[in-house]
């Protein structure tokens, strides 16, 4: 019955419009998780495969090499499951079943033709050897996704066929593994298997219906999910998993940080001095899988898939727009990072605060407060707390109360934030400056304001009556170092505005307790 929805979703769509047309519609939003014909499967393959024409001429060339190419590369790259311990649930003899004749000798050269330009596949010095790399990509499977224990964790099959993926990757590309690849490639395995169906089922004279079931053949469930972690992996591996680059991006991520949100970049790099790639890292490598869970995940993927395609059709680049993502998601959170010392800011930027169905129960923030921030030395007093992260919307996110006193949690509209994302994407420096900023106050509620004296200021766009707030938009909280005077004149001035900024942070702390005081 799944099998035959998934069918009839998939031949309405392509007798509606042409396969190339479909991707344009995920970002616009007319076909989305919403939609009564929507395919995950369906999108992703186009944009991978480059699957062109309406259902009764779908082009399916590229798909087709990509499937021999796999089969030629398990020949090559066998996995050596008879390495394994006997007693092993992997263990099995292997069962050569490929034909080594001249013919396929010639079909393996043109494989290689294929593969030989990839910009991993210079050969490297091996780290670990097959029989260790096996071992530890069946230990990082075995683990996989706890969340939906029924692909992975419950499913030998399905972790046998992630682990035969993985591996020949591995071989490919250089013997060049890194921790945390097998959650991109899980992802892939997911929204491919949902949807996959047995061919046999579906054979009708209908050549559409022939075609469509040649799309979602479950046989190729391996082939598939390899070929698009592979095009995938081509830029990710390229721009975040060497440490140079990953440097570099960085880098990059803290100019635009800089453009958009002055005052959110001075409050991370020179106040709380947290360096941006230690954190990055973490969101840049797993395409935050980890911050904003499974299931906005595959919504986000959506989304990144389809402009990828846009921007680029012969290229799979899920990283285009993953800076402004990311700032944006900070921008959520920021009236919370303005009133957290080091500690705090980190285990919320480690920890992002997001409401996922998949987590049956959230932790309570354990947050360690240092109580002599302005001196920060071994007889410093900590304390622990619950914080409870409150955020005014601007309808891309909403808040959850918990049970429990629990943490609140954000509810994303990741069309609308996708949306902002593209926008931001598109402009110069300088309108980053200007309609960027305009963009990131909506997200944050607070305003960005830097005055003649290029004092930096981040006030609640709404104005507030109360004595307290008066006295809030008073306090002044960065301020640049002046040029013009001596080296004294300098360093009084510097002082006072630490003093002014711990101040301030203060305050906001205080209005923060008796918000939350007048709450209950």
């Known amino acids: 019955m799944k099998e035959s929805n998934t069918f009839e979703r998939i031949r309405h769509v392509l007798q509606r419009c042409r396969a190339e047309q479909v991707p344009q519609l995920a970002l616009l939003g007319s076909y989305s998780r919403q939609s009564a014909d929507y395919s995950r499967s369906l999108l992703w393959k186009i944009v991978a495969f480059q699957i062109t024409g309406h259902l009764e001429d779908l082009n399916l060339r590229m798909l087709r090499e990509c499937r021999k190419d796999y089969d030629i590369l398990r020949s090559e790259f066998m996995v050596p499951w008879n390495e394994l311990a006997k007693d092993h649930e992997f263990y099995c003899d292997l069962n050569v079943e490929y034909d080594l004749s001249d013919s396929f000798g010639k079909k393996l050269k043109v494989s290689r033709m294929r593969i030989e330009h990839h910009p991993l596949s210079t050969p490297k010095t091996p780290k670990m050897t097959d029989i260790q790399t096996l071992e530890s990509l069946i230990a990082d499977v075995d683990r996989l996704f706890p969340q939906i224990p029924e692909y992975f964790i419950e499913n030998k099959e399905n972790r046998r066929q992630l682990i035969e993926v993985l591996y020949i990757w591995w071989k490919l590309n250089g013997n060049q593994y890194s921790q945390g690849l097998h959650e991109i490639a899980g992802v892939i395995f997911v929204a491919l298997k949902t949807e996959s169906i047995s061919k046999t089922n579906f054979q009708n004279s209908d050549r559409g219906s022939t075609l469509v079931a040649e799309l979602m053949d479950s046989t190729y469930l391996r082939h598939d999910v390899f070929s698009m972690f592979h095009k995938m992996t081509e830029s990710l591996v390229d721009l975040y998993y060497d440490e140079t680059s990953l440097l570099q991006e960085s880098i990059k991520f803290d100019l635009k940080l800089r453009l958009v949100d002055k005052y959110q970049y001075h409050l991370l790099k020179n106040k709380l001095r947290i360096d941006s790639s230690i954190w990055l890292i973490r969101y840049f490598r797993l395409l935050l899988i980890r911050e904003i869970g499974l299931e906005y995940s595959f919504d986000l993927w959506d989304k990144l898939v389809a402009f990828s395609y846009t921007q680029h059709p012969d290229k799979l680049d899920l990283s285009l727009l993953l800076p402004y993502i990311i700032i944006l998601l900070l921008s959520l959170i920021k009236s919370h990072l303005m009133i957290s010392d080091y500690g705090e800011a980190l285990y919320l930027l480690l920890h992002y605060p997001i409401e996922d169905r998949h987590k049956s129960q959230l932790p309570s923030s354990a947050i360690l407060v240092n109580e ?125 505005q630490r003093k002014d900024f711990d101040r301030t942070r203060l305050e906001l702390r205080l209005r923060n307790k008796v918000s939350q005081a007048l709450k209950k």
């Open 372 to 496: 002599d921030a302005g001196s920060p030395t071994e007889e410093s007093t900590f304390t622990y707390i619950q914080e409870n992260h409150q955020s005014k919307n601007s309808g891309s996110f909403d808040i959850v109360s918990t049970n429990n006193n629990e943490q609140e949690l954000l509810q994303l509209d990741i069309l609308q934030i996708t949306k902002d994302a593209i926008t931001l994407y598109h402009m110069s420096d300088q309108e980053l400056c200007d309609i960027g900023a305009q963009i990131i106050e909506l997200y944050s509620g607070l305003s960005n304001e830097e005055n003649k004296e290029g004092v930096l200021s981040a006030n609640p766009i709404r104005k507030q009556s109360s004595p307290l707030g008066d006295m809030l938009r008073r306090s002044t909280s960065w301020t640049k170092k002046s040029s013009s005077s001596g080296k004294n004149k300098n360093n009084t001035s510097h002082c006072n």
